[in-house]
């Protein structure tokens, strides 16, 4: 919790209470990684590759896929780490205002 404080000069300034503050782990607030990608979509992209690779007998195209995919969740994960939640949130509203 922060609490205004003026500062003297007429401008408020946000500062601490005392007796509110706690420490928060890292492993709390920083995404779940695996390979650089979110962990949910690198497992997809692996199993992806594997069914192209292993089931259809296509081992070049399950590793350009897989390869290719796995690279673009990354790419997308440098940009905005909560990509996948977002994506997942958008693709489940309802379409209200069709143009």
Not at 23 to 38: E, F, I, K, M
Not at 46 to 63: K, R, V
Request: charged share 15%; glycine share 12%.
């Amino acid at each position: 919790m922060t609490a205004r404080e003026d500062d003297g000069a007429g401008r408020a300034t946000v500062g601490f209470m005392p007796g509110f503050e706690i420490p928060v782990h890292r492993s709390l607030v920083t995404p779940l990684l695996l390979g650089g990608a979110p962990r949910g979509i690198a497992i997809l992209n692996g199993t992806l590759a594997a069914a192209i690779g292993l089931g259809l007998q296509q081992w070049t195209a399950g590793l350009i896929v897989g390869a290719c995919a796995h690279s673009l969740a990354v790419m997308a994960t440098r940009r905005d780490p909560d990509f996948a939640i977002v994506l997942h949130r958008h693709l489940r509203q309802k379409v209200y205002y069709a143009c």
